[in-house]
């Protein structure tokens, strides 16, 4: 490989693409977009190279060893250079929503240096996927998630790269925020007193249409440098698309009753409330639903012409999300990428743990069962499954993080069967997994100070297995250390019940040395 300047340390594929094929640099691969974008560039048969803080989170990723992988931070303009060396097309796939009051100013600032690394490396274009905007509002009257949408657009215009802006609405997709909001709303709700915005006008788009049109973009001629608005066939009201998608989920006709009264804040809440999208996610997307949002032109069916036979319809979309959802073959979610502002401290014991005060609560148990069986129960802990203790305990948990502004304990999991590292788990986020040995959680919920829970199989020698479950806690000031001692008493029901539970599942299920995810085989 070439010599690259410093600041992005590079990997290379295992599996590279051909000489002489076009690169591209994708930003957020371990978000919802940007992870469905990359085996979709990879078929199209460009080399592809991802900008991630971790590059351990691609790890599991079914196309990880078909790209390079740089770490780097847009936020950080000194990581950048090493990543763009030798990319024709870079990606601009993260914004800063959730990162505080200050979030569109990080924004412009990560949108101007990643232009700035962008135009020395001599990139011939950048695609970006913005937010479509309503016709004829000033920018003083949009949702701050929406202006700074808007302006970051702008910024990587002017970087002197060409920049393809692609502004879509609500997006329908397995495991999409919007299309989350909808399913839970419509599935939750058989009679519902909403906000008047159910009424507004808005051009979804499907998750396939998205990524045809970004892998498009990558080929657009060298003059073009502007926004293109981009939507489906369809332009529906909220409150029909609810309707819509009852029918195509083949549920009762609901009853929807809009009221004025309902501010986009109590919006937020009230979907915060019905589904898994914490409020940090709902309140710009309830924001971004006040105006009208249809496309108001179609420039780009010029350069990337229509499928034969148009866009994706609504029901169509909304079939082909339940579809994968049924079949557990949900690629990416809208929490896939990590909160913003979670912690990534070391792991306590770790070479680099800086040391101070720390808490465990540590159970081990032996359980007469091989340890694969056990190791399934291990890694279909959470989601549908649940906690296996104290359930009503689990669940008041959830709800006090929301209450303060936290995910909750409702965001679930991808596959109910499987688990890869990176990807959120409930409240938690999976930091390290070893098949059939080590699941390794980081907790996401209001804490003060970060909190681990690890759990263990190891083979006992005697044909059984021996489960071991660590709880840690490093507490920030005496706050921390007063949320520990607080909660102390109810660890005998919480992970004491867990590990109990936990083996009593692993005893019950088959020993089967031929199961696929058996760690033995080598194929976990």
């Not at 000194?78 to 990606?91: P, T, W």
């Not at 232009?115 to 970006?128: Q, S, T, W």
């Not at 199989?457 to 806690?473: E, I």
């Amino acid at each position: 490989m070439a010599d690259r300047p410093p600041g992005a340390a590079v990997t290379d594929a295992a599996d590279p693409a051909p000489p002489g094929a076009p690169r591209c640099l994708v930003t957020g691969a371990t978000g919802y977009i940007g992870g469905r974008l990359v085996p979709e560039l990879l078929a199209a048969g460009y080399g592809v190279r991802c900008l991630v803080r971790d590059p351990d989170r691609l790890r599991d990723h079914p196309w990880r060893g078909r790209v390079e992988a740089a770490a780097g931070d847009v936020t950080r303009p000194e990581s950048l250079d090493g990543a763009f060396s030798g990319i024709d097309v870079a990606y601009y796939l993260v914004h800063a929503l959730g990162t505080g009051s200050g979030f569109e100013a990080t924004d412009r600032a990560a949108a101007a240096a990643f232009g700035r690394a962008a135009a020395r490396a001599g990139v011939r274009r950048i695609v970006y996927l913005g937010g479509l905007a309503p016709a004829g509002v000033p920018a003083g009257r949009l949702s701050p998630h929406l202006r700074s949408r808007v302006e970051v657009g702008r910024v990587l215009r002017d970087s002197g790269v060409p920049t393809a802006e692609l502004r879509a609405a609500v997006i329908i997709g397995s495991g999409s925020a919007s299309f989350e909001m909808l399913r839970y709303l419509t599935e939750r709700l058989p009679v519902m007193v909403t906000p008047r915005w159910v009424e507004t006008r808005i051009q979804p788009i499907a998750v396939r249409d998205v990524l045809r049109l970004l892998v498009g973009a990558a080929g657009l001629p060298p003059e073009v440098n502007r926004a293109f608005d981009i939507g489906g066939p369809e332009v529906l009201t909220y409150r029909r698309m609810m309707e819509r998608y009852a029918a195509v989920a083949g549920l009762p006709r609901r009853l929807i009753v809009a009221v004025p009264v309902l501010t986009p804040r109590l919006s937020s809440l009230w979907v915060g409330l019905v589904t898994p999208v914490p409020g940090s996610i709902a309140r710009p997307l309830v924001e971004s639903l006040r105006y009208e949002v249809v496309r108001g032109e179609h420039d780009l069916d010029r350069y990337l012409p229509q499928p034969p036979g148009g866009g994706i319809g609504f029901d169509a979309a909304v079939g082909l999300a339940l579809r994968r959802i049924r079949d557990a073959d949900v690629a990416t979610r809208w929490s896939s990428a990590s909160v913003p502002g979670a912690p990534s401290d070391p792991l306590p014991t770790d070479p680099d743990w800086a040391g101070g005060s720390l808490y465990q609560d540590v159970r081990e148990l032996r359980v007469d069962t091989d340890p694969a069986a056990l190791w399934r129960v291990v890694e279909g802990i959470g989601g549908e499954n649940g906690w296996y203790s104290f359930p009503l305990g689990w669940a008041v948990r959830g709800w006090l993080d929301r209450l303060v502004g936290g995910v909750g304990l409702r965001r679930g999991r991808r596959d109910q069967a499987r688990l890869r590292v990176g990807e959120s788990l409930d409240f938690w986020r999976v930091e390290e997994i070893e098949p059939g040995r080590l699941l390794r959680l980081r907790a996401e919920m209001r804490l003060p100070g970060p909190a681990w829970l690890e759990l263990s199989v190891t083979p006992d020698g005697a044909g059984g297995s021996r489960y071991r479950q660590r709880a840690l806690f490093h507490p920030r000031g005496l706050a921390g250390h007063a949320y520990w001692w607080a909660v102390a008493p109810f660890h005998a029901a919480v992970f004491g019940g867990m590990a109990r539970r936990i083996t009593e599942q692993a005893a019950r299920e088959p020993r089967d040395p031929r199961d696929p995810r058996d760690p033995r085989d080598g194929r976990a």
